[in-house]
């Protein structure tokens, strides 16, 4: 969810308790008590939502401004962390780059307020722990 609640960046995907088959982003917007899809909701993440590529797990900055993702390949690797980029709210997000400070098995992202803080978890054996990764 965006951080004034306007906007819910949704997964939307075959999720059946195992790794996805099917998974992309959508974004939906608030309407009185509820959430409608966004009509310019493709157009924005035509640069993340990549076909043959499942994309979820997304969480947004505060300023809306840089959308940090999961994307994996279903043929095999593991899933990495992206994050991509736009000058304003309301453009299509372009510049997409993965994460390079973060290896091995990753999902979930979740950005701090101020910006500065990336959580997320990361598969180390057989379990998964919460691990983060910061920029000044």
């Not at 965006?2 to 949704?10: M, N, T």
């Not at 803080?117 to 054996?125: C, D, N, S």
């Given at each position: 969810m965006?951080?004034?609640?306007?906007?819910?960046?949704?997964s939307v995907g075959h999720f059946d308790g195992g790794p996805p088959t099917s998974a992309s982003i959508a974004i939906f917007n608030r309407v009185r008590d509820g959430f409608v899809p966004d009509?310019?909701?493709?157009?924005?993440?035509?640069?993340?939502?990549?076909?043959?590529?499942?994309?979820?797990?997304?969480?947004?900055?505060?300023?809306?401004?840089?959308?940090?993702?999961?994307?994996a390949n279903p043929g095999g690797g593991d899933p990495a962390i992206y994050r991509a980029m736009r000058l304003r709210v309301g453009q299509p997000f372009g510049d997409v780059q993965r994460v390079g400070a973060i290896t091995g098995f990753a999902e979930a992202p979740a950005i701090s307020a101020d910006g500065a803080?990336?959580?997320?978890?990361?598969?180390?054996?057989s379990a998964f722990q919460i691990w983060t990764v910061t920029r000044p």
């Open positions: 965006s951080p004034d609640g306007s906007k819910l960046y949704v009509p310019h909701s493709a157009a924005i993440l035509g640069a993340i939502d990549k076909t043959g590529l499942l994309t979820y797990a997304a969480s947004i900055s505060t300023n809306g401004l840089e959308l940090f993702f999961t994307q803080t990336l959580y997320y978890h990361r598969l180390v054996g």
